[in-house]
């Protein structure tokens, strides 16, 4: 009997493994598997290698890993954590949190801007009693990550991918972005009167301080990598220096990137590049964007998300502004619209599982109130 039993206790612990894989990547599997499927359609052949847009890649590796760097030597935090001291109740402080993370994803992108800022908003408000207050905090710092990356290129993952793949220049890539940028600062900014106004204090990091030689290496390797996004360098030369620099100062930084939301683009740019090749796909969303671009490309984010929306749909409309809008905007919404809101759901989730149900119906108001209001503003500029 004993010896029966062996294998399936021994199964157990690869069954836990591969389940808590899965929750814990959900869209690089759902792109695997869309990918695998859309390779049953159309066969492996040489078309397959003009899919991969292997500059996006490129900007998108050199970005991760040099903000990776930053963050293991508490950059962000401390940078952050300085702004905020100065604030002196929690409705300002919610305010500071709210735009470090807002500015944070122009820089460093939405889903990095979370990771890096999501848990100095839970010290903040956690440790100072105003725990009731966690959720509006995290869902405003959400729609701030996902709204203020929209302005530039490397702000979001679908913006790098578009502006790669349209060749858009950059002084027509913001300008097509001010106005709906704008507009979500204004709401945002209203949004945080929904925070009562206590006071707050928050005890100053003094344990910690910035290697100045470490700092200013990776600010260089950073200015690099914000080089190459705008095509001023070779994306050959700059991952050189990336990678031989951190390999020197942080390897660690290397092993950190996220290469699952790498592996997802790959996946994606194989099931993009195969449904653009089925007739019935490429005539059933020629119809629909031919209608209103900006329309669809937001629903489709509600369905699965924006970065595969930007990547499918591109392959069948050139009117790339609309496209634009359509997916910045389009992460407004419901819990799969964006990448960036699981991080944050699965972050407040593991602080607070028992109040989810509330997070979810806070969550699902306000990004709706954005959703609804941005689209209605685009669709009355034009787009």
């Known amino acids: 009997m004993a010896d029966s039993a062996a294998p399936v206790a021994s199964q157990r612990p690869e069954k836990g493994r591969f389940l808590s894989f899965v929750k814990k990547n959900a869209v690089l599997v759902i792109a695997f598997c869309a990918a695998v499927i859309s390779a049953l359609l159309v066969p492996p052949d040489g078309e397959y290698l003009g899919y991969f847009d292997v ?3 490129c900007c998108l590796f050199g970005t991760l890993a040099v903000v990776c760097a930053l963050k293991n030597i ?3 935090s401390i940078v952050a954590s300085r702004i905020i001291q100065v604030t002196g109740n929690s409705r300002i402080a919610a305010l500071a949190l709210i735009y470090i993370t807002f500015i944070g994803s122009m820089l460093i992108a939405n889903d990095m801007a979370l990771i890096t800022f999501l848990p100095l908003g839970y010290y903040v408000f956690s440790t100072t009693g105003r725990k009731d207050e966690v959720a ?6 959400n729609i701030a990550a996902n709204l203020g990356g929209m302005l530039t290129p ?3 993952p679908q913006n790098l991918y578009l502006y790669q793949h349209f060749n858009i220049p950059t002084g027509e890539f913001m300008q ?3 106005l709906p940028f704008l507009v979500a600062v204004a709401l945002i900014t209203l949004c945080c009167f929904l925070i009562p106004k206590h006071s707050l204090r928050v005890s100053p990091q003094k344990d910690k301080t910035l290697p100045a030689m470490r700092t200013s290496l990776y600010i260089f390797l950073f200015s690099l990598t914000i080089m ?7 994306p050959w030369l700059v991952l050189s220096a990336v990678v031989i620099g951190l390999i020197i100062l942080d390897r660690k930084a290397l092993r950190q990137v ?3 939301l790498l592996c997802t683009f790959v996946c994606f740019f194989i099931f993009s590049g195969n449904m653009g090749r089925l007739p019935v796909v490429r005539d059933f969303f020629s119809g629909l964007l031919e209608k209103s671009t900006l329309l669809t490309s937001v629903l489709s984010c509600q369905v699965i998300s924006n970065v595969p929306s930007a990547i499918l749909l591109s392959q069948f409309t050139d009117n790339y502004a609309s496209l634009l809008v359509g997916v910045n905007i389009g992460g407004a919404g419901t819990l799969i619209a964006s990448l960036a809101s699981l991080i944050t759901f699965r972050e407040y989730t593991s602080h607070y599982r028992e109040w989810t149900g509330k997070y979810i119906l806070r969550f699902t108001l306000l990004n709706f109130g954005f959703l609804i209001l941005l689209t209605i503003f685009s669709l009355a500029i034009g787009r």
Do not use: A, S
Not at 136 to 141: A, D, G, Y
Not at 228 to 234: E, H, T
């Open 136 to 141: 509006t905090v995290f869902i405003l710092q």
């Open 154 to 156: 490397f702000g979001n």
């Open 74 to 76: 508490h950059f962000f």
């Open 176 to 178: 097509i972005m001010l």
């Open 258 to 260: 996220d290469y699952g």
């Open 55 to 57: 500059k996006t890649l």
């Open 228 to 234: 190459m996004v705008f095509r001023l360098l070779p």
